[in-house]
């Protein structure tokens, strides 16, 4: 084709329009067939390069040409492009390709026999430089010249092509496939099927008539519905002519790559290459090597950037079984991928977990087979993994099964079952060496994928649990030392034998050696054990019948009677208790001799316990009672025995309750102080003494002397001593000066100064306070100051070296000498109101008086007189040099608004004085 006629347009109604560059030469011949029959309108539409608009080929009826099976194998030439970027347009990448195979000549249907309307080789007034002079038919058809470029079309080859001119292409990028069945490669990437005729004119020009096939052209709206669901499915196809060597992509799997950012050509050519040539290979094996025509084969691509695409590629063949051409699938499977990986990671995991834990697990299929296991069931069973597969689970059962349910266990329940899992609290099962084992079971049962039942177990070895826990109870219950059952072990028996009919007759002996320290401390703690082993036995062989001995703490036997009728009753069972544990006891090859204090205690001498509901006593309270005699007969002597009874059972148990609400009423802040004055002899407040006060919320005022005795028993002293230091060092923080300090006294029973953190204690709460150090003077009684440690004394004098003062309280009532007064820090001694009551009518009260306070002045210590009650007390003592005085003639103890007031008025009266004594007469003491 001319220059010009490139270039010529065309109208839209496919008639033939002037050239651009000016009207092209034409051969006579193609002059007259303008002017008549189909010649004229073969000219008329091939004036100029463009063609009508695209339109859907009408099918031909050229007959199909006979194909060589190995031209399937004979790619195209070497640049022959990849279809789909465009027609004119350079290749995107060059697809792998086989070897060539020779190609067969393909023969034509010669001159004998020209189809309607070809072209008659050899006609005389053809020009071979005017390709346009061919006439063609109506039906698409193409010339080309020797070296395959296509050189004119007529407007029925430009409709199926899609509207576009291919003069200019090669014909390996036009049509793809063999002859019989080839595929026109159309502008929108699209292959249109079509069988093909190649006809030799003269001048080395070849004339191709195309028949298309009824499909050749799809309805436009046949590729919505794919495009569509190949955007829902995330996936595109592609085609590679095995013939032409070209690749075409669908639309869908173009928009695929680039959603996932996808280069699918790059340096290397197409991402589909490895596929293609892998499968090339194996066509290239032969038909032995060669897959099945309908066998796909799979393969994954993981381009960058971690997606994976799942690429599934099938071989189209001829009719007669020739390779044409590999179709693709490629679909996204990346989030897929990802799901497999997590399921197979947490599968793995899973698996790795039951190989870890020390608990058997087993799983059965639908017959009941065991068809895994992990190590621990293994161990258990004391069989290796591939023995148990395959074993049925009614051959693990130690005992006998129905054949009822098809070979499974009785104890396997149907998935269908309501309550599909289930515990089993023993199975005994069969180890491989034929011995039991007891188990406890945990069977899930559920459906598989399959439909079939399968069972999950969990195996336990209960028979080892079972042990540990006889041990657990043996060492709860029994005493380690003489195997005799310990407290909680003899209470059991007690609490069953109250509970039943015969609970009058119950009763409990307590005995307690006595002195037993000084066997441990003389002969060492072996022999002391081998004195309680005999003692035991003793009790063992010889205690009557229906009597249970028992160990309660180092050197405390008991001994719970189911019926103390039978051995005389409660005394006389007392009593062969006793005997039992006196004597003379051979230890270490030296003689021992022994006596026991002991009690007993009967249902009818016994409280039953605080709890609601209690129907009587249970064997805690009886055993708490016969405690509380063995206590009473130690008080008579050695060896004695006590019967207990409620009078000495209540005043015990109202010492334990009020120990505990003791505690809660410190805990609670439910405590107060008032305070005593101590005033000088013309009525001065020197210091005020605090002193401890409860009200219990329903006994009323609990006396000092109650409770304190409680505290010290109870180890509360030290507690209690805090908190009264705490709280009378912030109040007499607030108390009115009036010109003079008020220092407040506190006496301390707990906190001593042989206490590690004595000074710690005392400074934090001071300091914490905010009171001076010369207003607190801390009151010990003489006995708690004997033989006082050097860290001790070096507490005292830093307290006295910040202004604290000591006060000796009750000196002389005690086992301590004067001359011990002389080394302590102390700088006030206190008369015991013992020496007082009777200084003005007891001449030896008067001289122990005396005595001590002359010693106390010769020492440089103050001395204060507790207990004065009287005008005579006051003179005496006051004539005796005594410095200052606390008692009732001068105040009670009054609360902290009345010591206000006290202060703030200046003073006390005192019979030096000539103030009025409260409710007296004038000048009248």
């Known amino acids: 084709m001319s220059e010009q ?363 009941g087979r065991i068809v895994d296991a992990n190590p621990a069931l293994c161990q258990l069973l004391d069989a290796d993994l591939e023995t148990l597969r395959g074993v049925p689970a009614r051959s693990l059962s130690a005992e006998p099964q129905s054949d009822r349910r098809g070979g499974l266990p009785d104890w396997l329940r149907d998935p269908s079952h309501p309550e599909p899992t289930y515990r089993i609290e023993s199975l005994p099962l069969l180890r491989a060496d034929g011995t039991r084992i007891d188990c406890e079971v945990v069977v899930n049962a559920a459906p598989s994928d399959g439909g079939r039942p399968f069972w999950l177990l969990v195996v336990t070895d209960v028979g080892e649990r079972r042990r540990a826990a006889d041990v657990l109870r043996e060492a709860d219950t029994v005493d380690p030392l003489t195997r005799l059952p310990n407290r909680a072990g003899l209470l059991e028996p007690a609490d069953r034998l109250l509970a039943g009919p015969d609970a009058a007759r119950v009763a409990v002996v307590c005995g307690d050696v006595d002195d037993f320290a000084r066997v441990n401390t003389g002969l060492g703690h072996d022999a002391g054990d081998t004195l309680l082993v005999e003692l035991a036995g003793r009790l063992q062989r010889e205690l009557p019948h229906h009597c249970t001995a028992g160990r309660l703490s180092a050197d405390e036997f008991a001994v719970v009677c189911a019926d103390v009728d039978e051995v005389g009753g409660p005394q006389a069972l007392a009593v062969v208790v006793a005997e039992l544990l006196r004597g003379d006891v051979t230890v270490a090859g030296r003689p021992i001799t022994l006596t026991a204090s002991v009690g007993v205690a009967g249902r009818d001498a016994a409280l039953a316990g605080p709890q609601p509901g209690d129907r009587g006593p249970r064997g805690d309270d009886l055993l708490r009672s016969a405690e509380v005699a063995v206590r009473e007969a130690k008080q008579r002597g050695r060896g004695t025995v006590a019967v207990a009874d409620r009078g000495a059972v209540v005043p015990a148990r109202r010492q334990l309750e009020l120990e505990a609400e003791l505690r809660a009423a410190i805990e609670g802040d439910a405590l107060r102080l008032e305070y005593q004055p101590v005033v000088a002899p013309d009525g001065t407040v020197l210091s005020a003494e605090a002193l401890l006060r409860w009200s219990h919320p329903v006994h009323g005022e609990v006396s000092p002397g109650e409770f304190l005795p409680v505290a010290q028993r109870g180890g509360l002293q030290r507690d209690l001593d805090l908190w009264v230091l705490r709280t009378a060092t912030t109040e007499a923080a607030t108390w009115p000066r009036n010109g003079q300090a008020v220092a407040v006294a506190v006496n301390l029973a707990g906190l001593l100064p042989a206490d590690p953190s004595f000074l710690a204690d005392v400074t934090a709460i001071v300091e914490g306070a905010g009171l001076p150090w010369d207003q607190l003077v801390l009151e010990l009684v003489e006995t708690s100051l004997v033989a006082l440690p050097r860290p001790a004394l070096d507490a005292m004098s830093e307290l006295v070296r910040r202004g604290v003062r000591f006060a000796v309280d009750d000196f002389g009532t005690g086992y301590s000498s004067l001359a011990r007064l002389k080394e302590l820090p102390a700088q006030t001694v206190k008369v015991d109101r013992a020496f007082v009551t009777g200084v003005g009518t007891d001449p030896a009260d008067f001289a122990l008086a005396r005595a001590v306070v002359e010693v106390a002045r010769a020492m440089g210590r103050a001395t204060v007189a507790e207990g004065v009650e009287t005008a005579e007390q006051f003179h005496v003592l006051r004539g005796l040099g005594v410095n200052a005085f606390q008692g009732w003639l001068f105040a009670r103890s009054l609360r902290p608004d009345d010591l206000h007031r006290v202060l703030r008025g200046g003073g006390l009266p005192t019979p030096a004085t000539s103030a009025t004594p409260p409710g007296g007469t004038p000048g009248v003491w």
């Open 5 to 367: 006629g490139s270039r010529a347009g065309h109208r839209p109604d496919g008639s033939a329009g002037e050239p651009v560059g000016g009207r092209a030469e034409q051969a006579p011949g193609a002059r007259r067939d303008r002017d008549a029959g189909l010649a004229g309108d073969l000219a008329r539409a091939f004036a100029g390069p463009g063609g009508t608009p695209a339109g859907r080929a009408r099918p031909g009826t050229v007959d199909e040409p006979h194909l060589d099976p190995a031209e399937a194998l004979d790619l195209a030439a070497p640049d022959a492009g990849v279809a789909g970027a465009g027609f004119g347009e350079p290749p995107f990448g060059r697809a792998p390709r086989l070897p060539a195979a020779p190609r067969p000549s393909v023969p034509g249907p010669g001159p004998a026999a020209p189809a309607a309307g070809m072209p008659r080789p050899g006609a005389a007034d053809a020009d071979p430089a005017d390709h346009s002079a061919v006439q063609l038919p109506p039906s698409p058809a193409l010339v080309c010249d020797a070296g395959g470029v296509v050189v004119h079309t007529n407007a029925a080859l430009r409709r199926l092509a899609g509207s576009a001119d291919p003069t200019g292409m090669k014909l390996p990028q036009l049509l793809v496939g063999p002859d019989s069945d080839a595929r026109l490669v159309r502008a929108d990437r699209r292959l249109a099927r079509v069988k093909v005729v190649r006809w030799n004119q003269p001048g080395d020009r070849t004339v191709v008539l195309l028949t298309p096939f009824p499909d050749a052209a799809p309805a436009p709206s046949d590729e919505a519905p794919a495009l569509d669901l190949e955007r829902a499915t995330r996936s595109g196809t592609w085609t590679f002519d095995l013939q032409a060597g070209t690749l075409t992509r669908s639309e869908g799997l173009v928009e695929l790559y680039r959603a996932l950012g996808v280069r699918p050509d790059g340096p290397e050519g197409p991402i589909e290459g490895e596929q293609v040539e892998r499968v090339c290979r194996m066509l290239r094996r032969g038909p032995d090597a060669a897959p099945e025509p309908t066998t796909a084969h799979s393969s994954e691509i993981r381009p960058e950037g971690g997606a994976v695409l799942s690429c599934r590629t099938r071989i189209d063949r001829t009719p007669g079984g020739a390779p044409l051409r590999l179709i693709g699938t490629v679909q996204d499977v990346s989030d897929r991928r990802r799901a497999e990986s997590r399921a197979q990671r947490s599968g793995q995991r899973f698996a790795d977990l039951v190989a870890t834990i020390t608990t058997g697990v087993a799983m059965l299929d639908g017959r």
